[in-house]
């Protein structure tokens, strides 16, 4: 299974982790990209997930994005994350963002 990747790491993000690990699917499967030092180490302790401080080329395995981050911060973490994703399916869970708005920050067709 290609990896999940997430796109922020707080509360939202850990409540599906952690759903994901009740349903069956292996830390091993999933990523996430969070600035917070502290949060990551949370997330890598908490869940044995991979959890870095930026983003980079191990995006490039995630068959599944979830952009988990806060509305105001979705163009910023869209483009800093934009250079490494290639995957065929972007979730967000950022309420009030529009689709046409994500997929243009990460510069794909919506």
């Known amino acids: 299974m290609k990896q999940i990747a997430f ?3 707080g509360n939202m993000a850990a409540a599906l ?3 994901l690990l009740r349903a069956g699917h292996a830390a091993t499967e999933m990523s996430v990209v ?3 030092p502290q949060r990551c180490e949370y ?3 908490t869940f044995g997930v ?3 401080t930026e983003p980079g080329d191990s995006l490039r395995c995630a068959g599944t994005v979830v952009l988990a981050v ?4 979705m163009r910023p973490a869209c483009e800093a994350v934009r ?6 399916l ?3 869970i950022a309420a009030g963002t529009r689709a046409a708005d994500i997929a243009r920050w990460l510069g794909v067709e919506a």
Do not use: C, M, N, W
């Open 7 to 9: 796109i922020g790491g």
């Open 17 to 19: 982790i952690g759903g």
């Open 34 to 36: 969070e600035i917070d």
């Open 43 to 45: 997330l890598r302790q």
């Open 50 to 52: 991979t959890a870095v």
């Open 70 to 73: 806060k509305p105001q911060q």
């Open 83 to 88: 250079p490494f994703i290639d995957a065929p």
């Open 90 to 92: 972007v979730v967000s």
